[in-house]
């Protein structure tokens, strides 16, 4: 089911995410095996693609998204292509998953950093995503901590049903979308990717946002 489970997850990632993103030309990932380039513009960017460095650290995890962002710093525009098909691998354990979130959340961070510098060059979407990925963590953080106090304290369990009630109806919500689209009522998972979310990726988020100069842990 955990493999299932992100094939569902990716899915969402670019027909929602990115394909929102693409509206505007400014997909800010386009991930390894799913992605082609003109060759020109590889020849353009491939000197500071193969030289990086973040924290005196050669960086080893990430090269897809430093990759992009060399595309849009240098004035094109990224898009996505919805109709297009293409393979990979998916995580298959809760060990291999975290590991490769950690190294993609690093790679976020890093690059959110370089894609600041050049943002306002592009349309206006570019960085109210980048503000919105980077600030909602730490407002699900204090929703949290809000409502486990109201509970500890208050004895209130009211909040604490409330929490999980609005995180089903939201996960509900987002699935309606894959359904619509695949006529795949297994898009229903997203109920469990919601608490997978909270309880898993969050704190995998903030793990590698505290060892964000660590190059070891998370890459292959």
Known sequence: MLTR????????????????????????????????Y???IIEEVKEKYITQ???????????????????LESGYEVAFQSDSQVYTFVPETIGGYIKQQVRWNKSFYREMLWTIKFAHQHHFYMIYDLVMQFVLPFMLVVSLIAMIGQTIFYQDFGHLYQYLIVLVLIAIFRSLYGIYRTKDIGFLL???????????????????????????????
């Open 38 to 40: 003109r060759k020109e």
């Open 53 to 71: 460095y973040f924290l005196g650290e050669n960086c080893t995890y990430g090269d897809d998204r430093h990759l992009t962002n060399l595309v």
């Open 5 to 36: 489970l992100i094939t569902y997850r990716y899915w969402s990632a670019f027909h929602q995410e990115r394909a929102a993103q693409s509206r505007f030309h400014v997909v800010m990932c386009c991930s390894g095996p799913f992605s082609a």
């Open 190 to 220: 997203f109920v469990v990717y919601g608490f997978m979310h909270v309880l898993l990726l969050l704190p995998v988020r903030f793990y590698a946002l505290l060892t964000l100069k660590s190059t070891k842990w998370g890459t292959r």
